[in-house]
T-cell receptor, first 116, second 115 residues
């Protein structure tokens, strides 16, 4: 069974641009979460989707948005990029929202975004 | 709201020595606790978790952690370090209440193994 797939692996953008990151969960998994990882800050929760609905949202500005499609694939979008948005963005999937069953999350390898 | 604090952003131990990575949590009610590991250029993998029941939890790769409510701690240990244990380790907490489900991670501890 293929793992969580995130594309692209690396991205370089300039300030003010927008970016879209993609996440394909493990087959059969319907819940997708997104995290931002930066040195010193660790992992910060962005949002969680289940069956195309956003179930939970972290404390990020409205420039960060996401969506989930009927096949459970998810995208996150960051508009008007700032230097501070440079980070590793991780996607995680599970069969159902992890908070309901405490089942483990399966993480992708992430997309490394650099904003110049 | 719950939070976790990982003491020591970098820990170095000799191969064969005891590994001890510290995690303290803050929560108004007993939470669910997790340890994840991240190897270079990879995503996170679950090492172990505590939900209810036995307070000493055994995980993969010889790691274990003990939930101590009186100390609000969930430290990760391994009796004998191996070179392959070099990675970054994250402690995480989730509240037990429905609707308060997101995982809150600590800032991570990078473990270096000295040959």
């Amino acid at each position: 069974k293929a793992g969580v797939t995130q594309t692209p692996r690396y991205l370089i953008k300039t300030r003010g641009q927008q970016v879209t990151l993609s996440c394909s969960p493990i087959s059969g998994h319907r819940s997708v979460s997104w995290y931002q990882q930066t040195p010193g800050q660790g992992l910060q929760f962005l949002f969680e989707y289940f069956s195309e609905t956003q179930r939970n949202k972290g404390n990020f500005p409205g420039r960060f948005s996401g969506r989930q499609f009927s096949n459970s694939r998810s995208e996150m979008n960051v508009s008007t990029l700032e230097l501070g948005d440079s980070a590793l963005y991780l996607c995680a999937s599970s069969l159902v929202p992890g908070g309901l069953t405490n089942e483990k999350l399966f993480f992708g390898s992430g997309t490394q975004l650099s904003v110049l | 709201a719950q939070s976790v604090t990982q003491l020591g952003s970098h820990v170095s131990v000799s191969e064969g020595a005891l590994v001890l990575l510290r995690c303290n949590y803050s929560s108004s009610v007993p939470p669910y606790l997790f340890w994840y590991v991240q190897y270079p250029n990879q995503g996170l993998q679950l090492l172990l978790k505590y939900t209810t029941g036995a307070t000493l939890v055994k995980g993969i790769n010889g790691f274990e952690a003990e939930f101590k409510k009186s100390e609000t701690s969930f430290h990760l240990t391994k009796p004998s370090a191996h070179m392959s244990d070099a990675a970054e380790y994250f402690c995480a907490v989730r509240g037990p209440n429905f609707g308060n489900e997101k995982l809150t991670f600590g800032t991570g501890t990078r473990l270096t193994i000295i040959p």
